[in-house]
């Protein structure tokens, strides 16, 4: 059994959800491009402690409520899932969180979920101050808006990635994506779901 933890870091807590898995250890992955307008590139212009500002805000207000509503089966597929892909809502004191789980995915099958992190005055900043305590920490770009690869351990040989996203100032999405056979590469899916994501609050 597994311990999937989703990085609600902003605060110093954790989400635990129990699945079933194998691990594979992967090859490390950076997404970097020169392009300004790339949809993920790393962000070493950040300070230690100060996240980019949210140039252009997403409204996330209807995930809070509907989570779920964050990705369309359109796009869980183009991220990889497959129609047996099934979704449920977890209502939790920090806010609703929806998570995928797909058994047909990989060897060992595949998680996601996605939530807003409605705790944090001051969006991902509060995230940077908890940098010290992380088992990691990449700043990354998603579309043009500030997210930060981290979580409170480092579980990404096990295919364990979680991000956090900024889509204001004031309010962050926590990703996470799991697949046990994957490794590394889970970093990778999870910025492609932070697109997905992305494109759906874009269109709303």
Same mark, same amino acid.
């Given at each position: 059994m597994r311990r999937w933890v989703?990085?609600?870091?902003?605060?110093?807590?954790?989400?635990?959800?129990?699945?079933?898995?194998?691990?594979?250890?992967?090859?490390?992955v950076t997404t970097v491009s020169s392009d300004p307008s790339g949809s993920s590139t790393t962000n070493p212009s950040n300070s230690d402690?100060?996240?980019?500002?949210?140039?252009?805000?997403?409204?996330?207000?209807?995930?809070?409520?509907?989570p779920c509503s964050a990705l369309t089966e359109?796009?869980?597929?183009? /991220? =990889?899932?497959?129609? %047996?892909?099934? $979704?449920?809502?977890? &209502?939790? !004191? #920090?806010?609703?969180?929806?998570?995928?789980?797909?058994?047909? /995915? =990989?060897?060992?099958? %595949?998680?996601? $979920?996605?939530?807003? &992190?409605? !705790? #944090?005055?001051?969006?991902?900043?509060?995230?940077?101050?908890?940098?010290?305590?992380?088992?990691?920490?990449?700043?990354?770009?998603?579309?043009?808006?500030p997210a930060v690869l981290a979580d409170l351990t480092d579980q990404r040989d096990s295919g364990t990635c979680a991000l956090n996203l900024g889509v204001s100032d004031t309010s962050v999405l926590v990703i996470d994506y799991h697949q046990g056979d994957l490794g590394l590469p889970a970093c990778d899916k999870v910025q492609a779901i932070a697109r997905a994501v992305v494109e759906t609050l874009k269109g709303a």
């Amino acid at each position: 059994m597994r311990r999937w933890v989703v990085a609600v870091v902003g605060v110093a807590a954790a989400v635990s959800i129990v699945g079933c898995s194998s691990t594979q250890s992967g090859q490390p992955v950076t997404t970097v491009s020169s392009d300004p307008s790339g949809s993920s590139t790393t962000n070493p212009s950040n300070s230690d402690s100060v996240a980019a500002r949210v140039r252009t805000p997403l409204n996330d207000t209807r995930l809070i409520s509907d989570p779920c509503s964050a990705l369309t089966e359109p796009q869980l597929q183009e /991220v =990889g899932f497959t129609t %047996a892909v099934k $979704s449920h809502v977890q &209502q939790l !004191t #920090l806010g609703n969180i929806c998570a995928w789980n797909d058994d047909t /995915v =990989g060897t060992v099958g %595949a998680s996601a $979920s996605v939530a807003v &992190q409605t !705790t #944090l005055s001051h969006g991902l900043s509060d995230i940077y101050t908890q940098r010290s305590g992380m088992g990691y920490f990449t700043p990354v770009t998603i579309e043009g808006y500030p997210a930060v690869l981290a979580d409170l351990t480092d579980q990404r040989d096990s295919g364990t990635c979680a991000l956090n996203l900024g889509v204001s100032d004031t309010s962050v999405l926590v990703i996470d994506y799991h697949q046990g056979d994957l490794g590394l590469p889970a970093c990778d899916k999870v910025q492609a779901i932070a697109r997905a994501v992305v494109e759906t609050l874009k269109g709303a």
